[in-house]
Structure formats: structure tokens, C-alpha cells
């Protein structure tokens, strides 16, 4: 799977260890920054890694900042996007079964390393279900713009 992977400098450690970790399980990464762990603006990295995804040249994108939740709000103002803040298995399996999230955003202040990877193995292997769902995920489309 390509995966686009950005951070801002509180995430940059965590986001530096799944950039290699997933890299090792087979996946094409490409880092959208930073490049080191000086201070940053997240919403610029958010808006680098989900252009890349909504331009089709990802299939997914994981964002970290020091909780996750500045990163899903600037992606999820990307048409396209739809981010969810994950703490857990279950949340990363539910965001993509019932919502079809495609960024997996995390926090680096409040996770450890081992949550985090069981967490987004989860959410890369968890398909959408469609269905009932299909319907909420195109309003969400409509709403952003990204769907007619």
C-alpha cells in the first residue's frame, strides 16, 4: 500500500519510527515531513501529506502530533479527507468500516509506540463495509465538496 506520512515536531520521533517500521512491513512510504524535530505549524504538514492523498497519489494517509487531534481537524478540511483521531484497535477498525477514514491521525503525547502500530495495522487492514454506510460517507463527501 502507499502511504503518505507527516508530523509536526511534537510527533516527529513516532512518526520517524513508523515510517521505517512501515516500511519493513512491505509498504511504499513517502515522508511529507518535517525532516527533523524543530517547531513546525502541523496544519502545513496535514495539507502536504492529504493533497498527496487526494490527488490519488496515496492510498492513506497517518498523521502525528502531540495528540492527534490538530492533525485530523486540519486534514479533515481537505476535500477528500476524512481523518479520525485513533487510541485504539477498535477505533481504527470502526473508522474504517463505518466512516471509509482514509488518514489514521495519532498522538504521539498521549500513545505508546506499541498502541500505535497495533492500532494502524488495524486500520490498513480493515476494509469499508458499504452498505448503510455508503450513504453517510457520501454526505460527508457532499459536504466537503469531493462528491457531486
Keep these: 500500500m502507499n502511504i503518505v506520512i507527516a508530523s509536526d515536531h511534537a510527533g516527529f ?13 512491505g509498504h511504499t512510504v513517502e515522508d511529507a515531513g518535517p525532516w527533523d524535530d524543530q517547531r513546525v505549524d502541523y496544519p502545513d504538514f496535514a495539507a502536504q501529506a492529504c493533497e498527496k492523498l487526494r490527488k490519488g497519489l496515496a492510498h492513506r494517509a ?8 490538530g492533525m485530523a481537524m486540519s486534514a479533515n478540511k481537505v476535500p477528500g479527507c476524512r481523518a479520525a483521531v485513533i487510541h485504539n484497535e477498535w477505533e481504527a477498525e470502526m473508522s474504517r468500516r463505518h466512516n471509509d477514514a482514509n488518514v489514521a491521525c495519532f498522538g504521539a503525547r498521549s500513545m505508546g509506540p506499541d498502541v500505535v502500530q497495533a492500532s494502524l495495522l488495524r486500520f490498513l487492514g480493515t476494509e469499508f463495509d458499504g452498505g448503510r454506510h455508503a450513504e453517510r460517507v457520501g454526505k460527508m463527501n457532499r459536504l466537503d465538496g469531493s462528491a457531486a
Design 13 to 25: 520521533a513516532l512518526k520517524e519510527s513508523l515510517r521505517h517500521w512501515l516500511k519493513e512491513k
Design 62 to 69: 497517518v498523521l502525528v502530533c502531540g495528540s492527534g487531534i
